[in-house]
Structures are given as C-alpha cells and as structure tokens.
C-alpha cells in the first residue's frame, strides 16, 4: 500500500512518529512520469532497511529555465503512484506549487564553481533551483537516508557539496544508470523523441561506451576522447552537442589526462529534446 499526500502537514503526521524514535526515512526525490530509474531507487532504498520510504514527484519550476519544457514536462500522477507502489515505495508527496513555494517566497541556494561547470553552463540558474528545491524537500522529509541517480552526475555532485557545506543530517546514495535494453539512459524526457530521434539518440551510449573502452585499452588523453566521442555523435545528423568533457569526479574541473577516477558526461540535443548520459571511467 502506497498513501499518496499532498501537504507538508499530512507528510508530517505520518513521519513524525518515526522521527521521533529515530527511525531512518528514506527518500527519493523526483519529478515524476517514474521509470526504471526511478524504481532502482526506491527499491534500493527499501533494501537499505529504512523504515519509510517517500517518493516527492513535484516538476519544480525553478530549475526550468524560460524557454525550457517546464509547460510539456511529462505529468502522470496516476501512473506514478502505481509505479511507487509496485518499487514499495511507502508514501508519494505531491505537492503542488504553492505549497512549496508559498506567495512572499524570497530565499534560494546558490552554490560556487561547481554549478558553473558541464549542465550549469548552459542551464542558467537551473542547479539554484534543483538545490534550493531539495533543500526544501530534506527539511520536510528529514530523511536519514536519500537516493539519487549517477544519469545526473552534476546534480549529484552538487547535492553532496551543499550537505557537506550546509552540515546536513542526511547521507546520499548514487545509484548506477539504468538503461533501456538497446542502452539508451532512462529519462522522463525520452518520451519528447519522435521514433527517429529516439534512433539517433543511441550515439551518446555508443561514444561513452567506445570512449570507455579506449580508456581501458590505455588511452589516457582527454582532446583524443573527446574527439572519438564528436566523431560517435556526429554520425547522428539532428544531435547538437551542448557539450563533451572529460572532468574530475568532485571538482568536476575539466581533465587534460586521466589518472584516477574521471567522469566523461555528455549533453546533446535531438530537436527539441535534450539528453545526457555519462560514464565513469578508471
Ligand atoms: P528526475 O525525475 O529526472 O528529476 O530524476 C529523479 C532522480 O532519478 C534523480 O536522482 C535522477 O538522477 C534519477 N534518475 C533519472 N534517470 C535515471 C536513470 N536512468 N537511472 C538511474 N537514476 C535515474
């Protein structure tokens, strides 16, 4: 049984026992049309033994920029309760915009450097959104435990900084990308894809995963692999590459070589249909 709420007055009735004895929540946010990638979470977070598992589904406006899909972003709250409820998800928390960003609502998370690099580059202000937003949603799940997918490696990344920086009591998982059968990355956004769009859009698996490969078989320079990925995309003629970068893991500070653990992220656009994929390479 999954109990689908739309208050933060009704989530806290159903949490707050639990805070109270200390027992863990985990939490999965999200903005909804759920996938498979959506599911790994919040069955890892049932296998992680939290006592609670809430899934948020709230299309957040402020990390859509103007011009952005926020207006056709995919909305299906039926669909998504059935999904939470078949990964056992214990609560969905709806909110509705007004709830979360009441009339006189005047206070952001802005964050340095790390929200400048890759997505944030071309995504102004989206990532003061994305945090700002999660903060909100961490100080009204007050979750021990919360899950979030390696397919947003810089959000990810983000997020854990603001934790860090902002001391909260909350530890992060990120959970590996989950792919549909011929490897494209699962993302509500794939929906947006004409069939031959959703064709093309395999390139950006096929340049990370040959990108990989060189990597494993010794090839240690970034401009190489970078250009090897160009060539990949570039064999789908509607892509329009945003960007390709060869960074370090946490400071996301772009690489001339790699020697250690380094992330290799994409962002292109089909039509109107931006994606991003990454791999993380050895
Ligand atoms: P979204 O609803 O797109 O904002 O995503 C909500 C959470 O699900 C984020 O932490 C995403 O990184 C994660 N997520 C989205 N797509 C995938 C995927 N294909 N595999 C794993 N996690 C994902």
């Not at 707050?16 to 790994?40: C, I, Q």
């Not at 207006?71 to 309760?81: A, C, F, I, S, T």
């Not at 490969?213 to 995309?233: H, M």
């Not at 292109?268 to 990454?278: E, M, P």
Request: with cysteine.
């Amino acid at each position: 049984m999954v109990r689908v709420v739309h208050t933060i007055a009704e989530l806290h009735k159903i949490l707050s026992p639990l805070w109270r004895k200390g027992d863990p929540v985990g939490f999965v946010p999200t903005m909804g049309a759920l996938h498979d990638g959506h599911v790994s979470l919040m069955k890892q977070a049932k296998a992680d033994g939290n006592a609670l598992v809430v899934a948020s589904v709230f299309v957040n406006p402020l990390q859509f920029g103007s011009g952005e899909d926020y207006d056709e972003y995919p909305r299906d709250l039926n669909g998504d309760v059935k999904v939470a409820r078949d990964a056992h998800a214990d609560v969905v928390f709806a909110p509705s915009v007004a709830e979360m960003y009441p009339r006189g609502f005047l206070t952001y998370v802005d964050q340095d450097k790390l929200t400048d690099k890759l997505c944030g580059a071309h995504r102004p202000g989206h990532f003061r959104g994305v945090l700002t937003v999660v903060l909100k949603l961490f100080n009204v799940v007050r979750p021990a435990h919360a899950y979030f997918g390696q397919k947003d490696y810089q959000q990810a990344v983000v997020i854990q900084r603001m934790a860090t920086d902002l001391n909260l009591d909350v530890k992060l998982h990120v959970m590996p990308i989950i792919r549909e059968p011929d490897g494209l990355a699962m993302s509500s956004r794939n929906v947006y894809l004409g069939s031959k769009h959703r064709q093309e859009a395999l390139v950006l698996h096929q340049a990370l995963s040959r990108a990989n490969e060189l990597v494993a078989a010794g090839e240690r320079n970034a401009r190489k692999l970078a250009g090897e990925i160009r060539k990949i995309i570039g064999q789908s003629k509607s892509a329009k590459v945003d960007y390709i970068s060869v960074v370090h893991p946490e400071t996301l500070e772009d690489l001339n070589d790699i020697s250690g653990k380094s992330v290799i992220a994409v962002a292109a656009r089909f039509g109107k249909t931006r994606l991003i994929d990454n791999v993380i390479v050895e």
